[in-house]
């Protein structure tokens, strides 16, 4: 059974209701799943984990969240290097360059990415929850 980390930011709700149904795809599937703010997560908890699924919102100029989230990413991103970990966001503006430039930041430091990220535009309701649903599937079997 995976163990899976589901460390996330929102704003709006839209992240969060992201995180819950990417955490309930990957529990159905038959992974062990912890999810938690950023605000409650231990740097220190990041070794309890085979994957590492962290999430925020685009913020401004299509960045993550400026004040709690980068702070953790920063901090934890040595930690990850060779780790499975996978991203996720929703957002209400651009074409995704945050999710683009995130992801290969995360590369470049030497992280196992399961792919290029999930992103929705918006709440995440309909087709986008099963999206978010089977994202959580497909990080269980990662």
């Given at each position: 059974?995976?163990?899976i980390g589901i460390i996330y930011w929102s704003g709006t709700g839209n992240t969060e209701k992201m995180s819950e149904l990417i955490e309930k795809g990957a529990s159905e599937a038959g992974a062990q799943v912890s999810r938690k703010h950023v605000?409650?997560?231990s740097r220190d908890e990041i070794?309890?984990?085979d994957v590492i699924v962290l999430g925020s919102p685009?913020?401004?100029?299509?960045v993550i969240e400026e004040s709690e989230m980068e702070p953790f990413v920063s901090s934890i991103t040595p930690k990850l290097s060779g780790r499975?970990?996978?991203?996720?966001?929703?957002y209400g503006w651009g074409d995704g360059e945050w999710m683009r430039n995130w992801a290969?930041?995360?590369?470049?430091e030497g992280v196992v990415l399961l792919d290029e990220g999930l992103i929705i535009n918006e709440t995440p309701d309909g087709?986008?929850?099963d999206q978010c649903a089977a994202y959580g599937a497909k990080i269980a079997a990662f």
């Amino acid at each position: 059974m995976s163990r899976i980390g589901i460390i996330y930011w929102s704003g709006t709700g839209n992240t969060e209701k992201m995180s819950e149904l990417i955490e309930k795809g990957a529990s159905e599937a038959g992974a062990q799943v912890s999810r938690k703010h950023v605000s409650s997560a231990s740097r220190d908890e990041i070794g309890e984990y085979d994957v590492i699924v962290l999430g925020s919102p685009s913020m401004g100029s299509e960045v993550i969240e400026e004040s709690e989230m980068e702070p953790f990413v920063s901090s934890i991103t040595p930690k990850l290097s060779g780790r499975k970990t996978a991203l996720f966001g929703s957002y209400g503006w651009g074409d995704g360059e945050w999710m683009r430039n995130w992801a290969e930041r995360m590369k470049n430091e030497g992280v196992v990415l399961l792919d290029e990220g999930l992103i929705i535009n918006e709440t995440p309701d309909g087709e986008k929850a099963d999206q978010c649903a089977a994202y959580g599937a497909k990080i269980a079997a990662f």
